[in-house]
């Protein structure tokens, strides 16, 4: 079965400091990995996706990257809009049409002004 | 372009009822897929739709069941709520004709509340 593990459960940084977040996933074969990020109350909002060890994408301060057995969702200079929970996901090879998305529990982030 | 809308976005009901919750995706997106969060186990699968079959199915009892009409809209309805069914309720729609293709999209959800 497909598992996620996101460390740390709760991260608190102060506004500039610079940190990762990580997703560590057991899955047979890898066919995408996600990153989303989801504020209180709302849906989760795509952010990036992985599909090969050695992929890494951009967006304004965040940086993910990939490798065979985790990914790393890295946040340069953070603000105080960058909090929010990050969720990272996985999504297996074709399997007779199981190709469903296993989520693990996400990263509570919150930047302090 | 649109994003995925879900309605209600809000719900009350008491131990016993059903419920049905609607999904719109977005325009041209064919597959949707149907999320479970709650604090204690997160986001949980429920079920994915494309052309209106059935996928792919989650760990859910039978009280759980959907449906996907020709435009490509969702419907996914739960019989004699239990308290434990209090979650918000996500959607997402993916175009999913290839890979490269398969980034779901979500919606704001449905906060459903049993009683």
């Known amino acids: 079965e497909d598992q996620v593990t996101q460390s740390p459960e709760a991260l608190r940084l102060q506004e500039g400091e610079s940190s990762s977040l990580n997703c560590s996933y057991t899955v047979s074969g890898l066919r995408g990995l996600f990153w989303y990020r989801q504020d209180p109350g709302k849906g989760p909002e795509f952010l990036f996706t992985l599909y090969s060890a050695g992929e890494e994408k951009e967006k304004e301060r965040l940086k993910a990257t990939l490798t065979k057995k985790e990914s790393f969702l890295h946040i340069t200079a953070p603000k105080p809009e960058d909090s929010a929970t990050y969720l990272c996901?996985?999504?297996?090879?074709?399997?007779?049409?199981?190709?469903?998305?296993?989520f693990g529990t996400g990263t509570r982030l919150t930047i302090i002004p | 372009k649109a994003g995925v809308t879900q309605t209600p976005r809000y719900l009350i009901k008491t131990r016993g009822q059903q419920v049905t919750l609607s999904c719109s995706p977005i325009s041209g997106h064919r597959s949707v897929s149907w999320y479970q969060q709650t604090p204690g186990q997160g986001l949980q699968f429920l079920f994915e739709y494309f052309s209106e079959t059935q996928r792919n199915k989650g760990n859910f009892p039978g009280r759980f069941s959907g449906r996907q009409f020709s435009n490509s809209r969702s419907e996914m309805n739960v019989s004699t709520l239990e308290l434990g069914d209090s979650a918000l309720y996500l959607c997402?729609?993916?175009?999913?004709?290839?890979?490269?293709?398969?980034?779901?999209?979500f919606g704001p959800g449905t906060r459903l509340t049993v009683l």
């Open positions: 997402a729609s993916s175009f999913r004709s290839s890979p490269g293709t398969d980034t779901q999209y």
């Open positions: 996901a996985v999504q297996p090879q074709p399997n007779f049409g199981n190709e469903k998305l296993t």
